[in-house]
């Protein structure tokens, strides 16, 4: 992953929002089902989820997963714990010398667009994972060749074989439809190897679907987050206590997260009319109805960013 070396992942709104999202189902996740989990991300030299998901979920058992050009030494140095487990490798290398077997928190935020390599992560991920193991996995939406050009059916046939939809159209790779047609591959992919595994164990695996989330930051790439959680079948989604997230969808419908530009007045005005009239809010004319609405939606998740002289 070299991203890190263009973008501070600890300064970006819309990333920091959606990390405070997860976190907040996860807690809830990790409650159900009891402790012991551990963590499996790609940390980059930041490790912002590591520290977020070690001091709020009181995870101590941590794998970061590096294949990018990052110095091993650099990695070491920015390493804020001696307990994570630097994995020095490619995904797809890297995932079998990690237990899976154990109860998991999976988080793999790739910087690149879809590639076969992911449904090989999946292969290796879903034939290991226990229940109660939750899975994340975030990438560049955008269905483009190696030449940055929009797939065709054929050339996208060619590039994943069987694993595409056998009603793939060209509109399916648009701005508008390229989740739906990524979430309908992974889902597919994903259920293909529980039914093989159930023949195998005798359990009846299913995965749930909590996770279905588009964002962008101002001038960055447009991102997409898929994930759930490996449960019994005739698991009871509501017993998790997080259907009332807004941001949780078991369907294809995505939640798309969308921050307003307000400054710290504003954002105080607001707070203040959470619980009144919207409309006395507006004919003050200083935010819009729309940047209301946007606002409420996310002001819990919201990271504050401050200069501090040192």
């Not at 597919?188 to 529980?194: A, P, T, V, Y």
Request: contains cysteine.
């Amino acid at each position: 992953m070299n991203s890190p070396k263009q973008l501070n992942y600890e300064t970006r709104p819309f990333k920091f929002t959606e990390r405070k999202m997860l976190l907040a189902s996860l807690q809830k996740i990790c409650n159900y089902y009891g402790a012991d989990y551990q963590y499996i991300g790609l940390g980059g030299i930041a490790f912002t989820d590591f520290k977020l998901f070690h001091k709020e979920l009181h995870i101590d058992k941590l794998y970061s997963i590096e294949g990018g050009s990052i110095a091993k030494e650099k990695l070491e140095f920015n390493c804020p714990y001696s307990f994570i487990n630097l994995v020095i490798n490619k995904t797809t290398t890297a995932l079998n010398d990690i237990p899976l077997d154990k109860k998991s928190l999976l988080w793999l935020d790739y910087d690149g667009v879809l590639d076969n390599y992911m449904f090989d992560d999946i292969d290796i991920i879903f034939r290991k994972l226990p229940i109660g193991s939750v899975y994340i996995f975030t990438c560049n939406r955008e269905l483009k060749d190696d030449e940055n050009n929009e797939y065709t059916t054929e050339l996208f046939k060619k590039k994943f074989g069987n694993l595409v939809p056998f009603n793939i159209e060209n509109k399916d790779f648009s701005s508008q439809n390229n989740f739906k047609t990524i979430r309908n591959m992974f889902v597919k992919h994903i259920n293909s190897i529980l039914r093989e595994r159930v023949k195998i164990e005798n359990i009846k695996f299913q995965f749930c679907q909590l996770f279905n989330i588009l964002y962008q930051e101002n001038r960055g790439a447009r991102m997409y987050t898929f994930g759930g959680i490996l449960t019994e079948e005739n698991f009871n989604f509501n017993d998790l206590g997080i259907k009332n997230f807004d941001f949780i969808n078991i369907d294809e419908k995505a939640y798309n997260i969308e921050i307003p530009n307000l400054t710290r007045k504003e954002i105080d005005l607001l707070d203040s009319y959470l619980d009144k009239d919207e409309k006395e809010l507006v004919n003050k004319k200083i935010v819009t109805l729309s940047e209301f609405n946007k606002y409420k939606k996310v002001y819990k998740y919201l990271p504050q960013f401050f200069d501090v002289r040192i």
